[in-house]
């Protein structure tokens, strides 16, 4: 079945890095854009990166740019999340998420497939 | 910056009644940018509605969408007992590229 599987949460320092990871399977992985969303405990959905399907198109939400790399590798169905100089604001469940845009069509656009989350905790 | 707004913060019906959820935006959105997802406690949210008014696959029939514009509806014509949970809507295009609204709980009478 179409199945998406982040791996990588845990605690960390503040100003640590951390390596998600999101395992497709059931679809044809390099066909999707996808892209990472967060939640914050108790709060609401904070969406924090988008790749296209051939990784040549990346957007960073601003209160991520220039610390989090979003990457794929198709050949592997695998998303990635490299987190740099974290700060206990990033402390959230992370998923990852298929686009319904995708190598045929991007409208519209919507998160139609979400994992099931990886915790990250920014703390001393 | 497109900020989705949400209302009501809460909503207390029972079993049976119309749940009717707003969504306003501070600036015209696409029809096919909207969309609705449902979340209950320690799940990933769960696609409902795409392009404003389609329902995604597997969604009964008793959830619809509306709207155009900035003004966009969810409703639930008949609430069953697991219908109760936080509902979001989403808008893809204006930075920040896709944005989310803070959510309606919708708690159970």
């Known amino acids: 079945q179409v199945q998406l599987v982040e791996s990588g949460g845990g605690l960390v320092k503040p100003g640590g890095s951390l390596r998600l990871s999101c395992a497709a399977s059931g679809f044809t992985f390099s066909d999707y854009y996808m892209s990472w969303i967060r939640q914050a405990p108790g709060k609401g959905l904070e969406w924090v990166s988008y790749?296209?399907?051939?990784?040549?198109?990346?957007y960073y939400a601003d209160s991520v740019k220039g610390r989090f790399t979003i990457s794929r590798d198709n050949a592997k169905n695998s998303l990635y999340l490299q987190m740099n100089s974290l700060r206990a604001e990033d402390t959230a469940v992370y998923y990852c998420?298929?686009?319904?845009?995708?190598?045929?069509?991007?409208?519209?656009?919507?998160?139609?497939?979400w994992g099931q989350g990886t915790m990250v905790t920014v703390s001393s | 910056e497109i900020v989705l707004t949400q209302s009501p913060g809460t909503l207390s019906l029972s079993p049976g009644e119309r749940a009717t959820l707003s969504c306003r935006a501070s600036q015209s959105v696409s029809s096919s940018y909207l969309a609705w997802y449902q979340q209950k406690p320690g799940q990933a949210p769960r696609l409902l509605i795409y392009g404003a008014s389609s329902r995604a696959t597997g969604i009964p029939d008793r959830f619809s969408g509306s709207g155009s514009g900035t003004d966009f509806t969810l409703t639930i014509s008949r609430l069953e007992p697991e219908d109760f949970a936080v509902y979001y809507c989403q808008q893809y295009g204006s930075s920040p590229l896709y944005s989310f609204g803070q959510g309606t709980k919708l708690e159970i009478k």
């Open positions: 998420a298929r686009d319904l845009c995708s190598s045929t069509s991007c409208h519209p656009r919507a998160f139609d497939i």
């Open positions: 790749i296209s399907s051939s990784g040549s198109t990346i």
